[in-house]
Every structure is written in C-alpha cells, then in structure tokens.
C-alpha cells in the first residue's frame, strides 16, 4: 500500500470493475482543504458522444472523492469544462461491483441515479500502516480506513533470477 495514496487499492478494485467502461487518463490525487488532506480520484469513461448540430464531444467522467463519495459529470471537449457534478452512488465506499453498475446507468442513461447503495463493510483486524498513519494525522476517520482496509494491496513477487 502507497503512503501517499492510501486509497490506491479501493480505486485499483474499481478500475478493475469498471475496466469494460473506462478510457486511458485517470488520475489518483489528494488534495489539502482546512489542513486535511482529502483523497480523491477520477476515471474518465470511453462513453464519448458526438452531438449532432455541434459536432463537440463528450464522454462521462467519474469522481471520487472522500468526503463526498462518487460522482458523475459530463465533460466536453470543445471547451474543456464539464457539467456541474451529480451524486453517482449513495454509499462513499460502496462495492466496486455497486460503482461499476451505477457508471453503466450514468454512461448509457438507463436508470435512476444516485444508485442506492450499502457501504463497504469495515474490515476487522490492524489496519495497512499507510492507513493508519492518515487516521493519526486526521486525514481520514477511522472507519473509512477500515473499509479501506478490506482491498489489500496487490503485491507482485519477483521470480528468483
């Protein structure tokens, strides 16, 4: 698990559900409000729409972000913007499998959004030290970090050469 990207593994498990619907340059961030640090993500979606009387642009962008759970937008690329971020999932750490059927309602607009949702059970035993070493500092609640917890960090083991 990264220190600096504590969330890594949740948006990795994401990445990984959603891999069917997401396009290349999503980013893994964190960023300071009030002195804490506020992790977030974003996956942009391979959803791209060409408007007929136009001609600009658009895909679906999903954004994570701890203290608000995931969100949607649509992003357009003639101006670079995108439309006002609504609420994707009612859970803040739901289950990848939640998440990846919610992106599937937000990029073909086939279902009621925000997807209810329950939280991601918290995880029993010590917590990854990255984890937490961000609830001592306040980065994170202590709960959170146990739901965190519950998506290990995948190691790779090196043959012996």
């Known amino acids: 698990m990264n220190a600096r990207y504590p969330h890594k593994p949740y948006i990795d498990a994401v990445l990984s559900a959603v891999s069917d619907l997401a396009a290349p340059g999503g980013s893994l961030d ?33 954004r994570w972000r701890q203290n608000e759970g995931w969100r949607y937008a649509v992003r357009w690329s003639d101006d670079d913007g995108a439309d006002e971020p609504e609420q994707l999932i009612t859970a803040k750490v739901p289950a990848p499998e939640s998440l990846a059927l919610a992106a599937r309602r937000a990029s073909t607009h086939s279902g009621p959004l925000p997807l209810e949702a329950e939280e991601t ?15 001592e500092a306040g980065h994170l609640t202590a709960v959170m970090a146990a739901q965190l917890a519950r998506y290990p960090a995948v190691v790779l083991l090196q043959a012996p050469g």
Not at 46 to 55: F, L, S
Not at 121 to 135: D, E, F, I, N
């Open 30 to 62: 964190f960023t300071y409000e009030g002195g804490q640090a506020v992790m977030e993500a974003v996956i942009p979606l391979a959803d791209e729409v060409i408007e007929p009387d136009t001609g600009a642009a658009s895909h679906t962008v999903l």
């Open 121 to 135: 059970p918290t995880s029993a035993g010590p917590l990854p030290a990255p984890l937490s070493a961000a609830v």
